[in-house]
């Protein structure tokens, strides 16, 4: 499903070799052995990032499977000229009450995606920002009406297990987990 987010389109698709990766991850998951907390994030979250230990992590199978998601997902572009990756990932582990701060990856990637191995019933939501004024304010059409202007700057986005969600960097995002939650990659 391909859906426009202020014009960013964002697309959310089932990862194809799902349970796969989810069983070569079964186990790591859940061992605090790669996993801290980020200093400079405003975040509660257990991660992978930045430790020189999760290259050993079995990102192979996720990565190829991506990669098919990410090709679908730029046929919407018209992209014909040849492609080069550069991947970069981590897991992120989020428990009850854990949350992710706002941010973007703009600058670091042209590209990013979440991917949910497993969401347990009444997780949160990615909640999308557009952090500029909207036209139509600007246009003053408020101003025409008695009663108060719809507008929302923000869109949530249902978090589902075994779907790889993937977007353009310059849209800014939060998650929120209330419950036990894992996620692979930002």
Known sequence: MLQNLYAIPVYKTKLPEHEKVQQEFKDIINKD?????????????????????????????????????????????????????????????????YHQEVHNHAGRSIFSCAYMMNTPKDSGNFVFYKNTYDNLHASGLPVL?????????????????????????NITGSLIIPPLSSIIGQ
């Open 33 to 97: 052995d790669y996993f801290e907390k980020v200093s400079s994030w405003y975040s509660n979250v257990d991660t992978t990032f930045g430790n020189p230990e999760a290259t050993k992590l079995p990102f192979n199978t996720f990565i190829k499977s991506a990669i098919v998601v990410l090709n679908e997902y730029i046929k919407h572009f018209k992209v014909d000229a040849p492609i080069r990756y550069g991947v970069e990932c981590w897991l992120n582990r989020y428990k009850e009450n």
């Open 145 to 169: 009406s008695s009663q108060p202007f719809a507008y929302n700057n923000k869109s949530e986005s249902a978090i589902d297990t075994h779907h790889l969600s993937l977007l353009n960097f």
